[in-house]
């Protein structure tokens, strides 16, 4: 990972939407704080965070939870450094393919773009 992003423009952090794995994840030590983290200290200023896995069943496309989890991790990156106009937060369900290349068709709720368009801005 390290020789990845020390060459990288931008990145795109996935983290689990699923009730204890994200919990987990951004407790210190967790692999999601890392990633972030080393991320920025090499150089990335551009991330895409998908907030996967809405379609697990503790979650089950809760707007509500994508919501909480996205000011979570916006204010954490925003302490790490990252500019938040330069962060985006999607949410998604890859196993299903929401919100990967189409609009979410079960998550009427969400207006932002997807996650393809949202690498397609990247600059």
Known sequence: MITGVSLADAAVLVVSAAVGVYE?????????REHALIAFTMGVRQMIVVV?????????????RFKELAMELA?????VGFNPERVRI?????????????????MKWYQGPTLLEAMTALE
């Open 75 to 79: 204010t954490f990156l925003q302490r």
């Open 90 to 106: 999607i949410p998604a369900a890859g196993y299903q393919g929401q919100n990967l290349c189409e609009r979410p068709s079960a």
């Open 24 to 32: 987990r994840e951004m407790a210190p030590g967790g692999g999601t």
């Open 52 to 64: 996967n896995q809405m379609d697990e069943r503790s979650v089950d496309y809760n707007e509500q």
